[in-house]
């Protein structure tokens, strides 16, 4: 079932995608060549407690895997999300996702980006500009009488023309009572298919896509999901909401 916020709801999720959108502007001020992802993943669990709010990651769980240690997902190169922060540095030349969730009053914030670290090759730099760029496109299609699989579909025809492939086994969610809500939301479909978009909806859309196959498996860890021909992937997400006019994006500082 889709959950339809009320104004008083919306108002609570805002609060938690601020505060995500707070994060991933000081993280991104921060990756740099030597950082250990640990260490960004310390600056987001302060600033999320300075806030009010909690890390949404943190202790979360799936059907089979152990509890996710992080506050912050943060995935290199053919990492493609759920990396777990760890001692690991970043070197120049990499790239790196960074995942963000926040709960505060019991309600849900999700937003996630890519960031170069140092000078990135040519293919990873239209990887990621495409990668954003289809964000964007899928949620202009997030309005009033479409259909879902509208945004998957603006989603998927920038990417695959630009010689890109979209990851098939992870998609993004409806967000805000819940970490993961109803619907999922394919980063790949038929346009005009999928339920009707309605007012008070609250959406994560969150296009991962990868430099060579599509193909993904999961780690030895249980949580980081990687490329199976081990090329790199971006990611970027923000949570939305549908509304009268435009769609809201409202992981935004």
Not at 239 to 247: A, G, R, S, V, W
Request: glycine content about 10%; hydrophobic content about 35%; charged content about 25%.
């Amino acid at each position: 079932m889709i959950l339809i916020k009320s104004k008083t709801e919306v108002d609570y999720i805002r609060e938690s995608c601020k505060i995500v959108a707070e994060v991933l502007d000081l993280l991104k001020k921060n990756v740099k060549a030597g950082v250990k992802t640990i260490e960004l993943d310390k600056m987001a669990e302060d600033h999320i407690l300075s806030r009010g709010g909690k890390p949404a990651f943190k202790g979360y769980r799936q059907m089979n895997t152990p509890p996710f240690p992080g506050s912050i997902c943060a995935s290199i190169d053919e990492e493609v999300v759920h990396g777990i922060p760890g001692s690991r540095e970043l070197k120049s030349g990499q790239i790196i996702s960074i995942d963000v969730g926040v709960v505060k009053n019991g309600f849900f914030g999700d937003a996630a980006l890519s960031v170069a670290v140092g000078e990135i090759s040519t293919e990873k730099t239209d990887l990621m500009k495409a990668t954003e760029e289809s964000l964007y496109l899928g949620i202009k299609q997030a309005v009033v009488g479409n259909r879902l699989h509208d945004i998957s579909n603006a989603v998927q025809v920038h990417c695959e023309s630009r010689g890109f492939s979209i990851v098939r086994d992870l998609t993004g969610h409806g967000v805000g009572k819940y970490l993961h809500e109803d619907p999922s939301i394919p980063n790949f479909g038929k346009k005009g298919t999928g339920p009707k978009l309605k007012n008070g909806m609250t959406l994560a859309i969150e296009p991962m896509v990868n430099l060579g196959k599509y193909e993904v498996r999961v780690a030895y860890d249980g949580w980081t999901i990687v490329t199976k021909d081990r090329k790199p992937s971006a990611h970027f997400e923000h949570t939305i909401l549908i509304n009268d006019k435009e769609p809201e994006i409202l992981t935004v500082c």
